[in-house]
């Protein structure tokens, strides 16, 4: 069974901090994703690497970067956090377009 | 701005009710197309996918989907809800063109009275 691990279940951070959320799958996986989810906007992709040291862009980059240096491991950057990063963040894995894409459980992340 | 939308974003019910979920996109071209159900307290698992072939497809829980390319729309129906389905709903869409991006709807929230 696939398994997709981030670092953190909750976290708490001040504003300007740089924070790191860290997502881990244990299937060999090409392609991995970061969304943000937030109530009624359902689920929008920030950043997502389809290969080691391979990113790209997704809807709402702005504020974040992403590292992918081995290919089990991709990380979440937020350069200066901000209020309005407080969110519930996903990391998803997948091998190709035709399979589903498997998810963590989540990290809910408090910016104060 | 190309996208998927989901109406009715919170949907209360009775259990023994049918649920119907609207999904529409609006992406030209072959798309893969996919539901996903997230239990509260739970990470988002596949409930399930259309691809190619007979558009009606069948997924886990007793839900079905149904892939009408004409109206772009891709809809999730269940005869009969019970109060485990309570859960929120999401739509997702893979446009050819796009590599692996999904693109997800704004999500139903489905809450299940017993």
């Known amino acids: 069974d696939v398994k997709v691990t981030q670092s953190s279940r909750y976290l708490v951070k001040r504003t300007g901090e740089k924070v790191f959320l860290e997502c881990v799958q244990d299937m060999d996986h090409e392609n991995m994703f970061w969304y943000r989810q937030d109530p009624g906007l359902g689920l929008r992709l920030i950043y997502f690497?389809?290969?080691?040291?391979?990113?790209e862009k997704g809807d709402i980059p702005e504020g974040y970067s992403v590292s992918r240096e081995k290919k089990e491991r991709f990380s979440l950057i937020l350069e200066s956090a901000s209020t309005n990063q407080t969110s519930m963040y996903l990391c998803?894995?997948?091998?190709?377009?035709?399979?589903?894409?498997?998810f963590g459980d989540g990290t809910r992340l408090s910016i104060l | 701005a190309q996208s998927v939308s989901q109406h009715n974003h919170h949907v209360i019910l009775s259990e023994a009710a049918s649920l119907e979920l609207g999904c529409n996109y609006s992406?030209?071209?072959?798309?893969?197309l996919f539901w996903y159900v997230q239990y509260p307290g739970q990470h988002l698992q596949l409930l399930l996918k259309y691809f190619s072939g007979d558009p009606l497809v069948k997924g886990i829980k007793g839900f079905e989907a149904e892939f009408i390319k004409s109206k772009f729309s891709f809809n999730l129906r269940k005869p009969s809800v019970q109060w485990s389905d309570t859960a929120e709903y999401f739509c997702a869409v893979t446009p050819l063109l796009r590599n692996n991006r999904l693109a997800f709807g704004k999500g139903n929230q489905v809450v299940v009275i017993p």
């Open positions: 992406y030209g071209g072959t798309v893969n």
């Open positions: 998803a894995s997948t091998s190709d377009r035709y399979q589903p894409q498997h």
């Open positions: 690497s389809y290969d080691v040291k391979m990113k």
